[in-house]
């Protein structure tokens, strides 16, 4: 379960750093969970990061002005890097590649 909630978060992370805004009862579906694993999510995420809530029209969870876009994420260059070398290297290894291209890539909605 932990692991689960770890991952999850990770992922919402990453989402609201790429900028996005994100609304609870979208994520309870996408993650087949309740109102109050997200809620406590975002708790544990507003520890690091400056979540922002916003009620009512246009509201969701977001990050305060200036954090985010481009912070953590992979430039291009070295992701097609990356990609180059993960195609031609060991099983083992490829899976390291991949989580590195996961964790630090620009968030696109899906495991590479």
């Known amino acids: 379960m932990l692991d689960h909630a770890f991952r999850r978060r990770k992922e919402i992370e990453r989402m609201m750093l790429s900028g996005k805004r994100l609304i609870v009862a979208e994520l309870m ?3 087949c969970v309740g109102r109050k694993s997200i809620s406590r999510d975002f708790k544990v995420i507003g520890e690091e990061l400056p ?4 009620q009512g029209y246009n509201g969701g969870y977001f990050l305060m002005n200036g954090v985010g876009k481009n912070q953590n994420t992979l430039s291009q260059e070295q992701l097609e890097c990356l990609e180059k070398v993960a195609v031609s290297c060991a099983a083992e290894d490829r899976d390291t590649i991949l989580s590195i291209i ?7 909605g899906r495991l590479t």
């Open 102 to 108: 996961h964790e630090f890539g620009p968030y696109c």
């Open 51 to 54: 979540v922002i809530s916003k």
């Open 29 to 31: 579906r996408r993650y």
